[in-house]
């Protein structure tokens, strides 16, 4: 509990500034890229994230802020996993309750530290939807993350505040990448229950259950000692 408030603390910081001067070469941040794209199928899936730029002396990282709707979620023991196995680190900014469907659900914000590396693979998982009479799948739109940028060597003021590092909760100064050219977000299709099968469903399942208990019974009384 109290490892979520502070990072919902920590979020609180996350805005952009009023500099006039950012810390890279105007020139070297038309270099700049991101990529994202969904891979997999079902409820399982994986955001591939790429960020790409030009040859630099500085030593730069990056910090990708992904709003994620209430139609999906990330299992934050998984991303322990996935953090101890290949060093990539992801906070979330709320406790996750991966077993609620949709509609008791809200969205919340990953914060995917992309220190050392340039490319990450995050699973996300769909959420379970009301069931309907007239649609058999629902689209779940990801919206394109933020991309910030950040250097050891960098003294001048930049635009936003975040977290540092996945690790360390203190606040550095970043650089907000606005213009890039591959800025459109993602989406995934989810399988959703039919509610006209509701009725037939729910009378299959309880004769079953009754045959079967009628089946015990008669076994019991036939073979049992008394």
């Known amino acids: 509990m109290f490892r979520c408030c502070l990072l919902v603390t920590l979020l609180c910081f996350i805005h952009r500034g009023n500099s006039e001067e950012d810390c890279f070469p105007s020139e070297w941040l038309k270099s700049v890229s991101m990529s994202v794209k969904i891979s997999k199928a079902g409820f399982h899936r994986d955001l591939h994230y790429r960020v790409q730029w030009s040859k630099t002396e500085q030593e730069v990282h990056a910090l990708l802020v992904q709003k994620l709707p ?122 959703v229950g039919d509610s006209s099968m509701i009725i037939s469903v729910c009378g299959v399942t309880v004769l079953t259950t009754v045959l079967c208990c009628v089946y015990l019974l008669r076994n019991i009384w036939k073979h049992g000692s008394f």
């Open 70 to 191: 209430s139609g999906v979620y990330m299992d934050e023991y998984q991303l322990d996993t996935l953090r101890r196995d290949t060093g990539l680190e992801v906070l979330l900014d709320s406790k996750v309750d991966v077993e609620a469907p949709e509609y008791l659900s809200s969205g919340f914000t990953a914060l995917v530290f992309l220190s050392g590396r340039r490319e990450a693979v995050v699973p996300v998982h769909g959420r379970y939807h009301r069931p309907s009479d007239s649609s058999k799948r629902v689209k779940v739109e990801l919206e394109s993350p933020r991309l910030l940028l950040r250097s050891e060597q960098c003294e001048r003021g930049v635009a936003v505040d975040a977290p540092c590092t996945a690790s360390n909760h203190s606040i550095c100064s970043w650089t907000e990448i606005l213009e890039l050219e591959d800025h459109a977000g993602v989406s995934l299709e989810l399988p």
